[in-house]
């Protein structure tokens, strides 16, 4: 049986996932923003949620945990190295660990940089990867925690993902992402498409969330600063990725 996922808006401008199993009836909320939009995402389907995947320890992610653990028998899922800023976890993974949902495996990666702690779900089976604030749509969660180094070996390994996977994010910050993405590599024609294509999702009030990991390695210029033609426009040709990254993450912090 296929794993339906719907995209669920919160807050201003934050996204949650549910992941339905229509075999098995069971439903898990990929982090929790805020209960009220979940709850009518899952009424309005007759779905109840039976699993909280958290993937870090911001409010805007967590808060709602508590409200619908008092609602629906759920297992919470998170980082057992970041349990102490978590809700209470009834299974708490790390790097590697594989979990079952419904009959298909769920692989934890960490991928701290955002903060330490911060951790990312993907279904290989589904082909699915959900990122929250690590790698973004066009972009990557600010270092408030983790230094440069972290952030680019977690977007490396999410990048070494089968490149159809679909990378599900926290944020819809992709327009103001694309602005910045086009100063780093002006003349990229896949990054032109795609942010004309976002321009226009963004009219019709479409999510640009989802992306496709195939799409982010074509496009986003955190994930290419390993690139020589991203070098050489950063005037880095002979630095090393890490570095490149964390100056291409420096100009952004000030875009
Ligand atoms: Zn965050
Ligand atoms: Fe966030």
Known sequence: MPLDIVTVPCLADNYAFLVHSAGTGATALVDAPEAGPVRRALADRGWSLTHILITHHHSDHIDAVAPLREEFDVRVVGAAADAERLPRLDLAVAEGDVFEFSGYEVRVLDVSGHTVGHIAFHVPERGVVFTADSLMA???????????????????????????????????????NAGFALTVEPDNPDLRRRVAAIEDARKRGEPTVPSTLAEEMATNPFLRAGLPEVKALMGMPEMSDAAVFAEIRRRKDRF
């Open 138 to 176: 066009l972009g990557c969660g600010r270092l408030f925690e983790g230094s440069a180094d972290q952030m680019w070996a977690s977007l490396s390994k999410l990048a070494a993902l089968p490149p159809e996977t679909l990378v599900c994010s926290g944020h819809e910050y992709t327009a103001a």
